[in-house]
């Protein structure tokens, strides 16, 4: 598949269904999707393949396999999709990380090409990540790129409400 992005370490492309069984290794992990309240079945792994697959289609970007450029493996999945917060559609910056990947700065490496992305190709004003409030690690990434916290929103998911941070950074006021 071709690269939509690349960075240092990273190459960032379109899934496929092959890349099945490397999703699954990350949505189906208990402690990796804890901000999600828990692990992802059989059955909501690809319908959130699907959703990527569909996103690609209909508007041109979605969340991205991230693979290593060293090994070619994928390890995560980061991009652009619309979310809903509240009562309008935001482009946000998502990432999610095989465990075994985490502490190395891959989600910060991704989320910054994600957002010279968003900025410079889909000539959005202003990106968003939407963090669930118990999810620290996730706060850091968006910091480092740059985001602030616009305000706290309770998101109904899975049947729970969980309170969230909308993080944003707007393309005039950022520094490189």
């Not at 804890?34 to 569909?54: I, K, P, V």
């Not at 700065?105 to 990540?129: D, M, N, R, T």
């Not at 939407?130 to 990434?141: E, G, L």
Request: aromatic share 10%; proline share 3%; hydrophobic share 40%.
């Amino acid at each position: 598949m071709k690269p939509i992005l690349t960075t240092e370490r990273l190459i960032l492309r379109e899934m496929a269904q092959g890349d099945l069984p490397a999703l699954a290794a990350i949505v189906r992990d208990e402690e990796t999707m804890y901000a999600y309240n828990g692990a992802f079945s059989e059955q909501e792994t690809q319908e959130c393949l699907d959703r990527q697959l569909t996103r690609y289609r209909t508007d041109g970007f979605g969340l991205w396999a991230v693979v290593l450029k060293e090994t070619g493996e994928m390890i995560g999945q980061a991009g652009v999709s619309m979310q809903p917060v509240e009562d309008e559609q935001v482009p946000e910056i998502g990432y999610l990380f095989n465990r075994a990947h985490w502490h190395r700065g891959y989600a910060a490496e991704a989320a910054i090409a994600c957002k010279h992305y968003a900025f410079e190709v889909l000539g959005v004003p202003e990106i968003y990540s939407i963090i669930r409030d118990t999810n620290i690690a996730s706060m850091n990434v968006a910091i480092r790129n740059g985001m602030t916290i616009r305000k706290r929103f309770i998101k109904h998911y899975r049947g729970v409400d969980m309170p969230h941070f909308l993080f944003g950074v707007r393309k005039d006021t950022e520094t490189r």
